[in-house]
C-alpha cells in the first residue's frame, strides 16, 4: 500500500510518499519539505497571508517532486491524504484542494487528516510501537499529554492553559533578537550559558492534573531580561540556558503527572513518546528519556527530520486510515480549529 501525503497547514509545503509492505516494514519513499522560514523571518513570524501564497506557489513543483524521488506516477499510488487542519485556514485550503483534486483524477481514495493526529502517530511509522501510548505533543501550536488508546482514539489527559511551549522559545527568542524560528536559536544559545545563573519558575509543579503553563516563565524572563539590560553575548546565553533548563523540568514534571494520570484511567502505556517541533529539543529528549528509564518504559522520539511538519507524517496517518476503511469523501473542508 503506498499513500501520498500532503502538509501546508503552516509554513512548511510538503508532500511525501509513504508505502507499507505486506512484511509490516513501513518505507519512506519521498519526503519533499520547502521551508517558508526566509518569507516569513523578517516579520518574526509565520504572516497567514504570504504562508498562503508561498503554497499555492510551490504546491504542484513539491508534489511533482514526491512522485519523482519516489520513482513512482500517480496511478501507482492507492490513496491521496491531505492535512485538512488544523492551521492557518488559507495554506489547508491549498493542500487540501491539491488532495482532492489529485484523488479525483487518479479515482484513488481521498483522506483529511488531522495534523495533531499526524504528529501522535508518526513515532510508529519509524518504531515498532504498540497502542496504548502516552504522548507528549509539543509544536508551535499545542502543547498536550495524550493517551493514545488507537486510530482517532484519543484521550487528553492534559494541555496548556495559555502558551504552547514552541510558542514560548519563539517568543523569547524574538524578545532576545534571536532569529526565527525561535526554538533552534534559544536551544544553540543554551548551549553557550549558564542554565543556573537565573532560577525562573517552574510553572504548575506538584499539580495532580497534568496541565501546563508557559506564560509565567516567559513574563519572568521578560522582567529578568528588561532588569539587567542592555543585554551582553553573554546574558542572552544565560537567559536562554535557564530559561530552557525550566521548560525541561516542566516537560518532564509535567509528563510524569501524565503518567500517573494514565494508571488513573486504568490505561497501562507501552512507551513515553514525544512529538512535534519541540520534540527535535535535545535536553527536552534527553530529561524525557531519564524519566521513562525510572517509570521503566522505552522513550520514542521521531528521527530530527520527522519531527517538524512534513508530508510523510500526513502519509503515515493517511496510510493507518487506510488500513481500517477510515476513508473521506470531497465534501471535508479547511478546519482551522480540530481538536484530537
Ligand atoms: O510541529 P511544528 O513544526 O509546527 C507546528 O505544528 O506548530 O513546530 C514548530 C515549533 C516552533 O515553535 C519551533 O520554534 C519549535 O517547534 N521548535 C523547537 C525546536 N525546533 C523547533 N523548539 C525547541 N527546540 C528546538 N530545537
Ligand atoms: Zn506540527
Not at 483522506?111 to 507528549?136: G, K, M, Q, S
Not at 516537560?251 to 486504568?266: H, I
Request: hydrophobic content about 50%; glycine content about 10%.
Amino acid at each position: 500500500m503506498r499513500v501520498l501525503g500532503i502538509e501546508t497547514t503552516c509554513d512548511e509545503t510538503a508532500a511525501a510518499i509513504v508505502s507499507i509492505e505486506r512484511s509490516g516494514e513501513a518505507k519512506i519513499l519521498s519526503n519533499e519539505v520547502l521551508s517558508q522560514i526566509a518569507a516569513h523571518a523578517a516579520f518574526g513570524g509565520v504572516v497567514p497571508e504570504i504562508a498562503a501564497r508561498a503554497h499555492v506557489e510551490a504546491i504542484d513543483r513539491i508534489v511533482a517532486r514526491a512522485f519523482e524521488t519516489a520513482g513512482l506516477k500517480p496511478s501507482d499510488i492507492d490513496a491521496v491524504a491531505a492535512a485538512a487542519g488544523p492551521g492557518l485556514v488559507g495554506g489547508v485550503m491549498v493542500g487540501l484542494t491539491t488532495a482532492k483534486a489529485i484523488a479525483l483524477v487518479t479515482g484513488r481514495p481521498f483522506i483529511a487528516v488531522n495534523h495533531l493526529e499526524a504528529h501522535a502517530l508518526t513515532a510508529r511509522l519509524t518504531d515498532d510501537l504498540a497502542f496504548p501510548y502516552l504522548l507528549l505533543l509539543v509544536s508551535g501550536g499545542h502543547t498536550q499529554l495524550l493517551a493514545v488508546r488507537g486510530v482517532g482514539d484519543y484521550l487528553k489527559l492534559g494541555g496548556t492553559i495559555d502558551d504552547a511551549v514552541g510558542e514560548a522559545f519563539d517568543k523569547i527568542a524574538k524578545m532576545l533578537g534571536l532569529a526565527y524560528p525561535g526554538g533552534p536559536s534559544v536551544e544553540r544559545e543554551a548551549e553557550k550559558g549558564d542554565p543556573e545563573r537565573f532560577d525562573f519558575p517552574r510553572p504548575m509543579a506538584g499539580r495532580p492534573n497534568p496541565d501546563f503553563s508557559l506564560s509565567g516563565l516567559k513574563t519572568a524572563v521578560r522582567l529578568v531580561a528588561e532588569r539587567i539590560a542592555p543585554l551582553s553575548d553573554r546574558d542572552v546565553a544565560d537567559l536562554c540556558a535557564s530559561f530552557q533548563a525550566a521548560v525541561v523540568d516542566v516537560m518532564v514534571e509535567r509528563t510524569r503527572a501524565g503518567l500517573r494520570a494514565c494508571r488513573t484511567a486504568g490505561i497501562t502505556p507501552s512507551a513515553l513518546v514525544v512529538a512535534g517541533g519541540v520534540a527535535a529539543n535535545q535536553p527536552i529528549r534527553r530529561g524525557l528519556t531519564r524519566l521513562a528509564t525510572e517509570a521503566g518504559l522505552p522513550m520514542i522520539a521521531p528521527p530530527m527530520a520527522l519531527c517538524g511538519d512534513n508530508g510523510a507524517m500526513i502519509a503515515w496517518a493517511g496510510l493507518e486510515r487506510l488500513r481500517l476503511g477510515m476513508v473521506d469523501d470531497m465534501s471535508a473542508l479547511a478546519r482551522p480549529r480540530w481538536p484530537l
